[in-house]
Every structure is written in structure tokens, then in C-alpha cells.
């Protein structure tokens, strides 16, 4: 019924709309925060 690239555009707007909840922060921004936060710790284990 919708074209991928329909589907693509919307997960696009929900993931760049900014959050209350996440204190105005986009969920895009929320997960690289985090990713870096794991790559990071990862990194301080190896060492």
C-alpha cells in the first residue's frame, strides 16, 4: 500500500521531531548518544 520510500520519509519526521521526554532531544540524537557512550566503554575495557 505505501511505498518504501514513503515509509522512509516517515520514520525520518518521527526520528528527527524532537521529545519531551527525551528533554527536547531528537531520538536520532538519544541513540548516538548512547552508541557512543557503549563505544567508549568498550574501548576503556581494552585497554
Known amino acids: 500500500v505505501h511505498?518504501?520510500?514513503e515509509l522512509d520519509a516517515?520514520?525520518?519526521r518521527l526520528?528527527?521531531?524532537p521529545r519531551a521526554v527525551l528533554?527536547?532531544?531528537m531520538p536520532i540524537?538519544?541513540?548516538a548518544e548512547h552508541?557512543?557512550?557503549v563505544i567508549e566503554?568498550?574501548?576503556a575495557e581494552k585497554h
Open 3 to 5: 511505498s518504501q520510500e
Open 10 to 12: 516517515i520514520a525520518h
Open 15 to 17: 526520528n528527527t521531531r
Open 23 to 25: 528533554k527536547f532531544k
Open 29 to 31: 540524537e538519544v541513540f
Open 35 to 37: 552508541l557512543d557512550a
Open 41 to 43: 566503554s568498550r574501548q
